[in-house]
């Protein structure tokens, strides 16, 4: 069986596979994996195949997709999104974000871009994450990965100036929502001291559709770097894997306690 499932933000995907499985009697002891990962900030579609139909996971993690992306300019992390630590744009005082500029580079995110791998995600160097690699302060010991993401499309975009203090308490309550070691207790000092601060802000909303593999998130990190002004990516909803779509979702409501993920029966 092939179900859809909405991821909310704040959850790991295994969070979301394991909720529904605990409130699916049907579900309890089948085999389950999910296609295709959603970071702990991001929400919406994820695809979950039990049973017989987990061997065909490698012919679903190739399937374009489509996000609801808010990019934020103006404040960059080393996460590329806002469950990070907050980085100095650059070593010199930053660029304040240029509206039409800001809203220019996102209408032209259409083709390929060849872009590392964010530091702080799951892809795997020499059989390690490159996470722990991160965490570990290693990264100096590696290569980050390249890989080429492909912007097909991109549609419906608006952007408008925020202030810090505005976006304060839904970053802190996103960071919230976050259980498990992702340095929330750093990353909510950081919004904070930055707020205080009060620097220019801009966000850019659009829809993208994306090749396989994409990270919507290294996107806008290599966005805020051409613009001199720092950017990460602020909210991402994914809607569309391939022909599965996010309106037919099953809704994930009820986090799962760490006893129920040992045994979900």
Partial sequence: MIL???????????EAMEALRAR????????????GRLDPMAEGLLLVLTGDDRY???AHLGHDKDYD???LFGVCSDT??????????APVAPVAPDPSACVAAVAGLTGAHDLPLPAWSAYKVQRRPLHAWAHEGRLHEIVLPVRRMQVTAVGQVSGAPVRADALLDDVLARIDRVQGQFRQDQARADWLARAAEDPALF????TLTVSSGTFVRALAHSLGERLGCGGLLLALRRTRIGDYRACDAHVSDERVSETQLRDPR
């Fill in 4 to 14: 859809t499932l909405h991821k909310p933000p704040g959850w790991t995907p295994l």
């Fill in 24 to 35: 699916t009697p049907a579900l309890t002891g089948e085999p389950m994996v999910y296609a």
């Fill in 56 to 58: 065909a996971l490698p």
């Fill in 69 to 71: 992306a808010t990019f």
């Fill in 80 to 89: 590329f999104d806002a469950l990070g630590r907050l980085a100095p744009v």
């Fill in 203 to 206: 966000v850019v909303r659009a």
